[in-house]
């Protein structure tokens, strides 16, 4: 295998082929190339961290990790993003979430309960001082559904899920026979719970909106209105 300068590792078989659900990965695809710095370790928390430049603007930036669990959300992983959010809040820089997370790590207890707790804190002290984006890349069920919900823009996937319990507990409670796509898909989210903004057909695709609207926030507060250029939102 092959480790770009940017940091992407590049297989040169099938076997060896990158898997595209690597947290790293898919920051680099949100960042631009050769701006990436991690602000969190590479470790088994099931989150990275990091900040970058998008267009030359900078932005923090947090991604699960779904080869970890599932991208369960345990007490150090919640921390690193935390910390993210309170680097994001220094800085007055957008922060940009990745979601592909099963919720808590219930195997922790209380203490992964309360990490994710610490999560929606940050989040919700966040609010209205810097722009919060977040992009649902597959699925974001339990305590990992909570956290998009509660940012500026959530941006799904058509792979994406945003859903608190699974359709197999709404059968059992319910009677209801549903799939997760019409659960927690694009169709409910998009058109009936409000809770998503911008549907894309492929992941790719929601991280370029995601750059696109980072960027579009990304001087709030630091520039005269009359120097920006009109924006067609119908485009987003």
Not at 43 to 50: E, K, Y
Not at 94 to 99: A, K, M, R, T, Y
Not at 125 to 138: C, E
Not at 150 to 177: A, N
Request: glycine share 14%.
């Amino acid at each position: 295998m092959t480790v770009l300068d940017n940091g992407v590792v590049s297989g040169t078989s099938e076997e060896d082929a990158p898997d595209p659900r690597d947290p790293l990965i898919r920051l680099s695809a949100l960042f631009d190339e050769g701006s990436i710095h991690l602000i969190s370790p590479e470790d088994r928390s099931g989150v990275l961290a990091a900040m970058g430049r998008v267009e030359g603007v900078p932005v923090v930036g947090f991604a699960s990790d779904a080869r970890v669990q599932g991208g369960a959300m345990g007490s150090e992983g919640c921390e690193h993003i935390v910390h993210a959010y309170d680097v994001a809040v220094r800085e007055r820089v957008p922060i940009v979430g990745l979601w592909h997370s099963g919720g808590a790590r219930l195997a922790e207890g209380v203490e992964s309960l309360h990490a994710v707790g610490r999560v929606f804190a940050a989040m919700t002290r966040a609010s209205g001082i810097v722009p919060q984006i977040s992009v649902v890349l597959g699925p974001a069920a339990g305590g990992a559904a909570y956290g998009p919900a509660l940012t500026d823009l959530v941006i799904l996937s058509d792979q994406g899920r945003i859903f608190v319990t699974g359709p197999d507990v709404v059968r059992s409670v319910t009677g209801e026979k549903i799939d997760m796509a019409g659960l927690g898909g694009p169709e409910p989210h998009s058109k009936r719970s409000g809770v998503v903004h911008v549907v894309t057909k492929t992941d790719t695709d929601a991280v370029l909106h995601a750059r696109r609207l980072a960027v579009l926030l990304g001087h709030q507060g630091r520039i005269r209105p009359d120097s920006v250029e009109d924006v067609d939102f119908s485009g987003l």
